[in-house]
């Protein structure tokens, strides 16, 4: 509220309280001097109030309404006890027009908040990792004979964000929630409402106790300790896919699939597409392996 405002506000409620003691004259040049302004007056917020009273905006930014307001105080009112409520009655709420309901919403149907529960219930029960955006089921440990496998808390995940896994993958948490972070902030915004948004992951591989590219003799895979998934397509809401193989370098496709590509760079520790090498051609590899230099993304 501007400084001439503040004043405006204060004089009016100055006519309340001193109203014996000032001439009509008086009062009138003053309010008409104060109220006078030099530029145009911001808009002020509704509610003002003079002794309790609410005033309408309009009698704080408009000269005629105000000196009109201040003459009816003066008039009407037979003592200066009587200043805060005669005069100003008519910028009370008019009761013919005062709504005799709440106008509330409407409560939404029983049914309605039936279903929104029951839908909720199935979703805690189905949270896993302690995320509700993570559905799936804890499978406990997956022990295996071949030393380096196995997880030692594991789940199956068959949907992450409200977007579903073609194959219900097996995973730890950690990297569980390192999918949920590419999806939220890469995935997502690399799609955008391109074909009504994504609706499936194409999984082709997730936990197998295997060596690394599947060459005897190479180390335990991510993939054998449950920190890996490998996705080949990307599926739309409206039926279309995005495939690694096909549309890597297939225009504004191949350009969605780069950025989601380049998006899990962080969330994962490895990340690897069709330009890391031939084995890499037809589908994302994405880990959660950290190295003391940082991400190995490719």
């Known amino acids: 509220m501007t400084r001439r405002r503040l004043a405006a506000a204060g004089l009016l409620l100055g006519l309340a309280l001193a109203a014996s003691a000032l001439t009509t004259a008086a009062l009138m040049a003053q309010v008409a001097g104060s109220l006078a302004p030099e530029r145009s007056l911001?808009?002020?917020?509704?509610?003002?109030?003079?002794r309790g009273v609410v005033l309408p905006a309009e009698v704080f930014v408009q000269r005629d309404v105000a000196l009109e307001v201040a003459q009816q105080v003066l008039s009407e009112a037979r003592n200066p006890q009587q200043v805060e409520t005669v005069g100003l009655s008519r910028y009370a709420p008019d009761s013919s027009t005062t709504p005799t309901r709440s106008l509330r919403p409407k409560l939404r149907p029983a049914t309605v908040v039936q279903l929104a529960r029951?839908?909720?219930?199935?979703?805690r029960q189905g949270a896993v990792c302690g995320d509700l955006s993570i559905q799936g089921v804890e499978i406990g440990a997956v022990p295996s004979q071949t030393q380096g496998?196995?997880?030692?808390?594991a789940v199956r995940i068959r949907s992450v964000s409200g977007v579903s896994l073609s194959t219900h993958a097996v995973m730890d948490c950690k990297t569980a929630q390192a999918l949920k972070s590419w999806?939220?902030?890469g995935l997502s915004p690399a799609v955008r409402r391109y074909g009504g948004g994504v609706r499936e992951l194409r999984v082709v591989a997730?936990?197998?106790?295997r060596p690394r590219n599947n060459r005897k003799g190479a180390r335990i895979s991510e993939h054998g300790k449950g920190r890996a998934i490998d996705i080949a397509a990307i599926r739309l809401n409206d039926g279309k896919d995005l495939v690694v193989l096909e549309d890597w370098n297939n225009g504004r496709e191949g350009k969605i699939l780069k950025r989601a590509h380049a998006a899990a760079c962080g969330p994962f520790g490895t990340v690897l597409g069709p330009e890391a090498n031939a084995l890499h051609r037809d589908h994302f590899h994405f880990d959660t392996a950290r190295y003391r230099s940082g991400?190995?993304?490719r």
């Open 149 to 153: 496998c196995g997880i030692d808390q």
């Open 42 to 50: 911001r808009p002020v917020a509704r509610g003002q109030m003079l």
């Open 206 to 209: 997730h936990y197998a106790c």
């Open 295 to 297: 991400a190995y993304c």
């Open 118 to 123: 029951a839908v909720e219930a199935r979703r």
């Open 183 to 185: 999806i939220d902030r």
